[in-house]
T-cell receptor, first 111, second 110 residues
């Protein structure tokens, strides 16, 4: 079984809808991250959490919110989706300042 | 200026060729450096960390030049399976946050 899972894997939604992307990990890591990737661009950090009580904004947090429900779960929400949020979204985990392990990604399309 | 810059490529090389990628970073206080590999629209996976003394893992060699703020990856004897996008990644001085380059696409042809 995969150590880092994301649901859904693909989602098509309409402008203005609220969307939640979920991430779960079995690696026992305290640190979790959400990134988005657009064609021709590197991964951009949206939010990150170093433990259950810690939430931090990344480079591009506007239009997004997160919830760290438990050590193993970190959800990303788009409160009112817009077309330029169409992207590939990755969740990642790490133990301290170590290697980050990525989930398989969620492909989101906002029409 | 982007914090981490890479030539996006694509680099098209024949099997068996040696190919090198460079990457520059802007924050001189950056602490850690990595190369990740990403297959077409799949998740990035760590290829290797980059140490000041340089390091080698089989056909892959990574080097860091702190004075010039660049990182390199050398792939010898390229295989078809090496075809992927290679991401240069830098950890800043704020601990734990990775900054990704846009990636360099490599295509190895028979």
């Amino acid at each position: 079984d995969a150590d880092v899972t994301q649901t859904p894997r693909n989602r098509i939604t309409k402008t203005g809808k609220r969307i939640m992307l979920e991430c779960s990990q079995t690696k026992g890591h305290d640190r979790m991250y959400w990134y988005r990737q657009d064609p021709g661009l590197g991964l951009q950090l949206i939010y990150y959490s170093f433990d259950v009580k810690d939430i931090n904004k990344g480079e591009i947090s506007d239009g997004y919110s997160v919830s760290r429900q438990a050590q193993a779960k970190f959800s990303l929400s788009l409160e009112s989706a817009i077309p330029n949020q169409t992207a590939l979204y990755f969740c990642a985990t790490s133990e301290d300042k170590d290697t980050q392990y990525f989930g398989p990604g969620t492909r989101l399309t906002v029409l | 200026r982007k914090e981490v810059e890479q030539d996006p490529g694509p680099f098209n090389v024949p099997e068996g060729a040696t190919v090198a990628f460079n990457c520059t970073y802007s924050n001189s206080a950056s602490q850690s450096f990595f190369w990740y590999r990403q297959d077409c629209r799949k998740e990035p996976k760590l290829l290797m960390s980059v140490y000041s003394s340089g390091n080698e893992d089989g056909r892959f060699t990574a080097q860091l030049n702190r004075a010039s703020q660049y990182i390199s990856l050398l792939i010898r004897d390229s295989k078809l399976s090496d075809s992927a996008t290679y991401l240069c990644v830098v950890m800043g001085n704020q601990g734990g946050k990775l900054i990704f380059g846009q990636g360099t696409e490599l295509s190895v042809k028979p």
